[in-house]
């Protein structure tokens, strides 16, 4: 490994948010109008909206704005909600723990899942990879309906509403993480499954796998000793897309279960035009996509530096093909 | 807020297995995937896409109308009972998958076609193109196609923010897989014949190149078919696609919800079709993966 991978990989990841930043301003300036007359629509006088454009600062061009946006953003200051005039780092502030709490378990719940599926494919001989293609493919409302309707309607062991009381955090109330945290975990685990089974089955017909197999190793070993090892990065890899998926369907998820986090702040402040939280809360699940992938970028090239010690195992070219979420396969 | 990452970022390698220059002629037959059971997922696609188009033509009442009180269970006029406003469930479900299969249609055959056009170009002219194409494919996938879609709804109606989200999303990543293959099947024999039978390069990429990406191009438009699926539900669930009283398979399992414990069937007969429909669509695909060709 070149020692300036690290930073060339950090570069490209801050790039890339930097860009990110870029399409999710563009996205919420194709509105003809603009905020000027959101908080007072049609109730304001002519020269009222246009004051209000004034303050608001939307008589200057975009790529202005955006640079403006962007400071404000570096130095903690996103701006003010339109509609209650808060400033929008409050609003995040108080959303972001329960937000933090609900991808957390659903990430750990949906890794727990991946491997007890993989775990399974494995020992049943590298079958099952069609099922979890399948589950992966059933968009998440159907998931959050099924399970909310299972759960909570018809068995009555979760309440179908996950309000937190006043004050409270997700921890002291878990029973209201129950609904949203299966709801994001089952079909991650199953996209997760069905990426990673292709990677598993491509390590297991590797002929050194293949000899620990013929030496008699029972296949758990086998597994953990010669394929486990193999798995590392392709698993970050997903990992990230997990945790960048994961905190994107929150959105819906805390929506459909009235969870007070980011996500379903997102969908209000979209619901009601108040841009500058729309802008602001599209970002957390950017953010963390892209820390997952710098993650798994900085572990791939610290294992690739095994490639020069004479092992050979690490090689580029006996890698298997791994899942990248923005480069495609590496 | 769709699938797991939903939306998913899959992508199918190419390279490795395609058998590059050969032509893309027969194929050694299988072993296993003999015809029947080749064709099984895609007739199965087929006939579900029939039924969903046909489905408002075989609702026994107008989705929209009151024919028995609140929540009923099924009984002889309605089977699947009634739901919240005493509207036939079997009718909305029949009536509530056209305008999102319909929607999801049109964004992924938009995507595809884009995603195939700048992939044809990339593979053919290679070099700095290529590597331009794939960065701003890059720059596109930073953002979860479900926050660009929600992020476009403050702007655009729910059902253009689907179309410009999974354009936007899937494009680059069928730009990415064809211009992975075109940079393969370049190196053709029947390919460069054509290039030195002075056939002009829309020419050779019309006639020499697509038809070898058929298979690969079929599974492709399957995984960007799911996705758009995915995108156009969720934002329909959240309330930015069609509005009350519209029979749609996503506003209807909102509207089931509180009454699961009285008719549950009012939440699962459209939470299974959409469900389904997305297998079946998914299935079809890997399919046409599987025995395209293109792995």
Do not use: K
Not at chain 1, 159 to 183: C, N, Y
Not at chain 1, 218 to 224: G, K, N
Not at chain 2, 35 to 56: D, E, Y
Not at chain 2, 173 to 188: F, Q, S
């Amino acid at each position: 490994m070149s020692p300036r991978l690290p930073a060339r990989l950090s570069a490209r990841v801050a790039v890339l948010a930097l860009a990110a930043t870029v399409v999710v301003f563009a996205a919420t300036e194709l509105l003809p109008g603009d905020a000027g007359d959101t908080r007072d629509a049609g109730r304001a006088t002519e020269e009222e909206i246009a004051a209000r454009r004034v303050e608001l600062g939307l008589d200057r061009p975009a790529p202005v704005r955006y640079l403006l946006w962007l400071g404000g953003l570096l130095t903690g200051d996103p701006g003010r909600s339109l509609i209650t005039g808060r400033p929008v780092a409050e609003i995040l502030g108080e959303r972001l723990p329960a937000t933090t709490a609900l991808v957390a378990v659903s990430l750990l719940l949906a890794t727990l899942l991946t491997a007890l599926a993989l775990l399974l494919a494995h020992l049943r001989g590298g079958r099952g990879g069609s099922i979890a293609a399948g589950l992966a493919a059933v968009p998440q409302p159907a998931w959050a309906a099924v399970l909310g309707g299972l759960l909570a309607g018809l068995l009555g062991w979760v309440p179908p509403v996950s309000l937190l009381p006043p004050g409270g955090s997700a921890w002291s109330s878990p029973q209201a993480l129950v609904l949203p945290a299966l709801t994001l975990a089952l079909p991650s685990a199953a996209y997760a499954t069905g990426l990673l089974q292709g990677v598993l089955v491509d390590t297991l017909r590797r002929p050194h796998v293949v000899d620990a197999e013929r030496r008699g190793l029972s296949p758990l070993a086998v597994l953990w000793r010669h394929v486990v090892p193999f798995l590392w990065v392709p698993a970050l890899r997903v990992g990230a897309l997990l945790a960048g998926g994961i905190t994107a369907g929150t959105a819906l998820v805390e929506t459909i279960f009235g969870y007070p986090g980011i996500g379903g702040l997102l969908v209000s402040a979209v619901a009601v035009r108040d841009i500058p939280v729309v802008q602001a809360a599209a970002l957390p699940p950017i953010l963390v996509l892209l820390a997952g992938v710098l993650v798994a970028d900085l572990v791939a090239a610290r294992s690739g530096a095994g490639a020069g010690d004479g092992t050979g195992a690490a090689d580029e070219g006996f890698r298997p093909r791994t899942p990248d979420p923005i480069g495609g396969v590496r | 807020m769709t699938g797991p990452a939903p939306a998913g970022i899959r992508y199918v390698s190419t390279r490795a297995d395609t058998g590059a220059g050969l032509p893309p002629g027969p194929r050694p037959r299988r072993r296993r995937g003999t015809l029947p059971r080749r064709l099984l997922a895609p007739l199965a696609a087929v006939t579900l896409l029939t039924l969903v188009g046909l489905g408002p033509l075989l609702a026994p009442h107008p989705p929209d109308r009151t024919v028995g009180p609140p929540w009923a269970s099924p009984d002889g006029s309605t089977p699947l009972g009634t739901d919240a406003l005493g509207r036939d469930v079997l009718s909305r479900v029949l009536a509530g998958g056209t305008g999102l299969l319909s929607l999801a249609l049109v964004a992924a055959l938009a995507a595809v076609l884009l995603g195939t056009a700048a992939g044809l170009w990339s593979g053919w002219a290679g070099g700095g193109a290529a590597r331009r194409v794939a960065w701003v494919g890059d720059l596109l996938l930073a953002v979860p196609a479900p926050v660009l879609a929600l992020v476009l709804a403050t702007a655009l109606s729910g059902a253009s923010a689907v179309v410009t989200a999974s354009v936007m999303a899937g494009a680059p990543l069928t730009a990415r897989v064809v211009a992975d293959e075109v940079a393969v099947l370049r190196r053709g024999g029947w390919v460069r014949a054509a290039v030195e039978r002075g056939e002009r390069a829309p020419a050779v990429l019309l006639r020499e190149i697509l038809p070898a990406l058929r298979g690969l191009a079929t599974a492709d438009a399957g995984l960007r078919l799911v996705t758009a699926l995915q995108l156009a539900a969720a934002l329909s669930v959240l309330g930015l696609g069609p509005q009350p009283p519209a029979p749609d398979w996503a506003l209807m399992l909102r509207e089931g919800l509180p009454g699961t414990a009285l008719n549950p069937a009012a939440l699962l007969a459209p939470a299974l079709a959409l469900a389904l429909c997305a297998w079946v669509l998914g299935a079809a695909s890997r399919s046409a993966g599987r025995t395209g060709g293109a792995r």
